[in-house]
């Protein structure tokens, strides 16, 4: 196995696990708005780029224990799975993954593909 990326490295754009248009009182509205916003450049700028060998995916990291993480534990009692060093190193193993099949497609860090 190797890296498969293209002539550049890989464009990572962090999303969240639930969809875009998915509506849902405990958001603001301006950080589903921006989400939204992130996914759709991401799928455009995947298709657009990709002539020129750069590979754009949006990826759900997890949930990465973050002082908003922190803030949302308390509103909603999610609770963080992994530090930011471990989500770090999730994200390196994910760029290694990655390959051309992957472009413009939402992903979590298994590969699995989710819906926008």
Not at 22 to 41: D, G, I, Q, R, W
Not at 75 to 92: F, H, Q, S, V
Request: with cysteine; proline share 4%; aromatic share 8%.
């Amino acid at each position: 196995e190797g890296v498969l990326w293209l002539t550049y490295p890989p464009v990572l754009v962090a999303s969240r696990e639930r969809r875009s248009f998915e509506p849902h009182t405990s958001m603001l509205f301006s950080y589903s708005v921006s989400k939204c916003a992130e996914n759709m450049l991401t799928k455009i700028s995947a298709f657009e780029f990709k002539k020129d060998g750069v590979l754009c995916v949006a990826v759900h990291p997890g949930w990465i224990k973050t002082a908003i993480g922190n803030a949302a534990e308390k509103e909603l009692g999610l609770i963080g799975e992994m530090t930011t060093e471990e989500a770090a190193n999730r994200m390196t193993d994910f760029m290694m993954k990655i390959s051309e099949e992957h472009i413009g497609k939402y992903l979590t860090n298994k590969l699995d593909v989710l819906p926008n």
